[in-house]
């Protein structure tokens, strides 16, 4: 069978057993914040699992697509190497949510590996959980007893499993249980047997059923589940190499294209499937990591160096510096295989083929980036590698590892690969103290409370009543501590609790908007709420107690901080507004990739490649301040999502899911203006004004990039935006005082004095050049000759490098055959820069190696070219010293 088939042959298996086949959920998950990627196939169904969401039907089937490359679960390292790793992958997968249990599992799974796909029941083994004392967890007889009653496996082939195989986990707590592993034998002789769970590809596992039936408490104890479910695993690239005959999930029929397609744009060999053979291993990873990269940017992902954007960055750049140096590509080639992985698996997932475009400018547009350095920076490897050995160390230092992935692209992970294709490790350690110095990392990220499993059902609660005002009547439910659902009981003065309510009018964070605050009062006690959040059906209102006490059972009044919340809602409606200038002013193909909405600020991430002119934020900010003026009516209706997805201009965000029926909210036309374009039109469950003249007057505060091809503008509505104005004029009146000029005239007369520098600084410069070269000729004439090679060594005044290149230059074509060395001290910090002669190359005698070996000297380190290289090190007292050394060097070098 081809791929295609085997895909659809166990869907439709399922499918014919009373399952909903669901496509694939993103790749990108949303609502999971403890992960960078989708990396199994329960990804999607984790809230069903843990109780707080119900499930679209109680039997589901799919073929999730999945990425393996961070945390626990990262394959990168290994991807390549060998023939059955890959970062990118589907899943196909069976699941029962409360329905069928461990009989059903086990005889569908045996009926299709050998009824449906004919699997020779003679190489097939299932391992089940051989039990824990310790944990009170007791050997899995009823899975054991199944494959012995249910399935004609032969008898000796059913094995006993630890905890780490054969019983799974969703994390420290909630949700738990055994599972039963099938393996497959792939021995001539069928002697696998003894290879079960041993990592060999002679006999590898194929289908993993987990059965889901504790949880895991906060202390560590058991309990049985209410409802018990079925979660299996079956990697599909695996499984396809199985039923395709092959040895390789890489020679698979799904690979092949992209392997003639990498061959036809690299000029490379033909693939041969080597494992010895470093251009079979490149193939593997561009075929893998190509994958990759499509399916992550097409669900929205987008380069970067932090978090889910470095990752995606760092796969480009491996792939990238395979097909460089192990095929023989000479320009970008990764954004030219988008075709072939769109023709071999748009079919199935349509998104990659609707996003094609997109995602080869992404592709190029970071290939062309990292290609002007990576050459270089290849050669600097070789060099970094060539001294280590030479010192007779057997790992590359951190500081190494830093220059070239903050100077040369090179992320670690690269560099360590590399290292170890010469036999080289990285001083990781080392790597990461220079980069924790380096990376700024204050304030980048907010808060949230993240619950990881709920022990016990979390009650639904009505939220509507955030819509209709600030104050509401509800019930106190109950609370969640410890992630424990508390429905009885107290909360004392200083406890700390999520409270649980019947129906709410505070607004849990959602949508970008942040989550409310306030209190919940009772006639025993206030709990002060900080943060709201939504977790399935149910609103957690995350606070402390802040006086009395507050029992479960009991009425309360609720009540939003007002202030805050209509803060937000004017900056809400403003990034509305926003979204919709902005479209105007830069074009209609500017999508929205996020935005965060608070009592401060609005934070707005749109797709776009380069950055806002002055006059472009102008015309934003008057679009939307006119849009203002005119007051005009905002609505917001509930519709069919069906209907509403039909609006005429109507925006939603990529990649979002929307409920159904959706809330679409409208910002009508301004006078004298047109529906349709002229409207905003989107779906939001955020909270609104009722006209725009309610958000005052609006400003964008700063622009960024926060990735390749998106861009970031910050800006304030309201008393905000009149604060920001206030500061504007402030600080303007100031800079004009101490120009002694009016505000209007301030930047001519900034203008005026830069003039004015650039002339001094040109009159400084020619006076420091003549000292320059005269320190340069004292050099020239106090240098040594040793056998026929000029060899000086001193200090010059502090200068630009540019400028000390320029009398090397000098110096080497007065003397001939020299080695030269310049140094100065400036702000407490040295500067080096060494000139080595053509001729004495070929002798082993480089500017790069010379002068980085008296960069030690003082403290610090270089390297560069043969023939000019520069250095800097951190303490100037010892300059004289290096400078001696730098002569008794060259002299060692050239003989004497």
């Not at 961070?70 to 190497?81: A, E, I, Q, Y």
């Not at 054991?144 to 780490?164: D, E, F, M, V």
């Not at 990659?352 to 002007?372: H, M, T």
């Not at 980048?444 to 499993?453: E, N, Y």
């Given at each position: ?13 399922f ?24 990396n199994?196939?329960m ?10 969401e ?51 599992a086990?005889?569908?799974a045996?009926?299709?590996l ?6 020779d ?11 824990d004392?310790e944990q009170?967890?007791?050997r899995?007889?009823?899975?054991a ?26 994390g ?15 021995t ?20 993993n059923l ?8 906060a202390?560590?104890?058991?309990s ?39 061959r036809?744009l ?11 053979d ?24 987008v ?19 395979y ?10 080639f990764l ?16 998104e990659i ?27 600097l ?19 190494d ?16 690969q590399m290292a170890?294709e ?5 001083d ?22 993240v ?16 819509h209709?005002?600030?104050t ?28 649980v ?14 989550g ?11 709990f ?14 995350s ?42 002013v ?15 600020k ?54 979002e ?10 910002v009508?036309?301004?006078?004298g ?23 005052g007057s ?12 998106v861009?970031?503008?910050?800006a304030?509505a ?9 500061e ?12 002694t ?6 930047a ?16 400084l ?11 340069a ?12 090679t000029v ?23 007065k003397a001939?055959?020299?080695i ?77």
């Amino acid at each position: 069978m081809t791929g295609a088939e085997i895909r659809r042959s166990f869907l439709e298996f399922f499918r014919e057993r009373g399952h909903l086949v669901v496509p694939s959920d993103r790749i990108v998950p949303e609502s999971d914040p403890s992960l960078l990627f989708t990396n199994a196939g329960m990804v999607p169904f984790k809230n069903s699992f843990l109780g707080v969401e119900k499930p679209r039907a109680p039997r589901i089937a799919d073929s999730q697509k999945c990425l393996r490359i961070s945390g626990k679960h990262n394959d990168l390292d290994d991807v390549g190497r060998d023939v059955y790793h890959h970062t990118f992958f589907e899943m196909l997968g069976n699941w029962s949510f409360g329905d069928y249990f461990k009989k059903e599992a086990i005889e569908w799974a045996w009926q299709l590996l050998t009824g449906v796909w004919g699997l020779d029941p003679r190489r097939l083994h299932a391992t089940v959980f051989e039990g824990d004392p310790e944990q009170g967890v007791p050997r899995d007889e009823e899975a054991a007893s199944l494959w012995a009653g249910l399935t004609t496996i032969p008898k000796g082939h059913i094995h006993l499993g630890n905890r780490k195989d054969n019983f799974w986990e969703m994390g420290d707590t909630g949700p738990c249980g055994p599972c039963t592993e099938i393996h497959i034998d792939l021995t001539d002789d069928l002697s696998g047997g003894a290879l079960v769970n041993k990592g060999t590809p002679r006999c590898i596992e194929i289908w993993n059923l987990v059965f889901i039936q504790f949880n895991r408490g906060a202390d560590g104890r058991l309990s049985p589940l209410p409802a018990r479910h079925v979660d299996t695993g079956m990697g599909f690239e695996r499984v396809s190499a199985v039923l395709q005959g092959k040895t390789s999930n890489y020679d698979i029929d799904l690979f092949q294209d992209l392997f003639r397609a990498t061959r036809d744009l690299t000029g490379s060999e033909p693939y041969s499937g080597r494992l010895d053979d470093m251009r079979d291993t490149a193939y593997r990873v561009v075929a893998d990591h190509i994958r990759a990269l499509v399916f992550s940017l097409a669900d929205g992902a987008v380069p970067s160096n932090e978090k889910r954007g470095y990752v995606v960055r760092s796969i480009l750049r491996r792939a990238e510096r395979y097909g460089r140096q192990y095929l023989g590509a000479k320009e970008p080639f990764l954004h030219r295989l988008v075709p072939a992985v769109v023709g071999s698996m748009g079919d199935v997932f349509p998104e990659i083929a609707q996003r094609a475009g997109a995602v080869s400018k992404i592709l190029l547009d970071e290939e062309e980036a990292f290609l002007r350095t990576l050459d270089r920076g290849m050669r600097l490897f070789n060099d970094v590698a060539r001294r280590t050995k030479d010192s007779g160390k057997p790992v590359i230092s951190g500081d190494d590892v830093f220059d070239l992935h903050t100077t040369y692209g090179l992320f670690s992970d690269i560099t360590r690969q590399m290292a170890e294709e010469v036999g080289l490790g990285i001083d990781s350690q080392g790597y990461q103290r220079r980069m924790d110095e380096f990376r700024d990392t204050s304030g980048k990220d907010r808060k949230k409370l993240v619950i990881s499993a709920i022990e016990g059902t979390l009650p639904r609660c009505d939220d509507s009543a955030k819509h209709l005002g600030t104050t509401a009547r509800s019930g106190i439910a109950g609370w969640v501590t410890d992630n424990a659902v508390i429905t009885s009981g107290t909360l004392a003065t200083g406890t700390q609790a999520a409270i649980v309510l019947d129906s709410t009018c505070f607004y849990p964070e959602q949508g970008g908007q942040v989550g409310d605050t306030g209190t919940i009062a009772t006639a025993t006690g206030v709990f002060r709420v900080e943060d709201t959040q939504r977790l399935g059906d149910g609103i957690l209102h995350s606070g402390v107690v802040e006086s009395g006490f507050v029992e479960a059972g009991q009425p309360a009044s609720l009540a939003v901080d007002a202030p805050r919340r209509r803060a937000i809602t004017r900056h809400h409606t403003s990034t509305h507004l926003l979204n919709w200038a902005l479209r105007k002013v830069l074009g209609g193909s500017i999508d929205q990739k996020g935005s965060l909405v608070d009592a401060d600020k609005t934070r707005f991430d749109f797709a776009h490649d380069k950055a806002l002119s002055a006059e472009e934020i102008q015309a934003v900010e008057d679009l939307v301040n006119r849009r203002i003026l005119d007051n005009a009516p905002v609505a917001a209706v509930l519709m069919p999502l069906a209907d509403a997805k039909k609006l005429p201009g109507v925006r939603a965000v990529f990649g979002e899911k929307y409920p159904d029926p959706v809330r679409v909210v409208t910002v009508a036309a301004g006078q004298g203006e047109s529906a349709g374009e002229e409207s905003s039109i989107e779906f939001c469950g955020g909270t609104h004004l009722g006209g725009t003249g309610e958000a005052g007057s609006f400003q964008i505060l700063s622009q960024e990039a926060v990735g390749k091809g998106v861009r970031r503008l910050t800006a304030v509505a309201g008393e905000a935006a009149l604060k920001a104005r206030r500061e504007q004029t402030r600080l303007l009146a100031e800079v004009a005082a101490k120009l002694t000029c009016k505000p209007e005239d301030a930047a001519e007369r900034v203008e005026a004095l830069r003039e004015e520098v650039k002339k001094l600084q040109a009159q400084l410069k020619k006076a420091a050049s003549g000292d320059l070269a005269g320190a340069a000729d004292k050099i020239l004439a106090e240098a040594a000759t040793i056998g026929g090679t000029v060899v000086g060594a001193g200090e010059i005044p502090a200068v630009a490098p540019d400028q000390a290149r320029m009398q090397l230059d000098r110096l080497r074509q007065k003397a001939g055959s020299s080695i030269f060395l310049l140094g100065w001290r400036e702000d407490g910090k040295v500067g080096l820069m060494a000139a080595v002669s053509d001729d004495l190359h070929g002798k082993g005698i480089e500017a790069g190696k010379f002068v980085g070996e008296i960069a030690k000297r003082v403290g610090g380190k270089g390297g560069g070219p043969k023939g000019m290289a520069q250095a800097g090190g951190k303490e100037p007292e010892n300059l004289p010293a290096a400078l001696t050394e730098a002569k008794a060097l060259a002299a060692k070098l050239l003989g004497a």
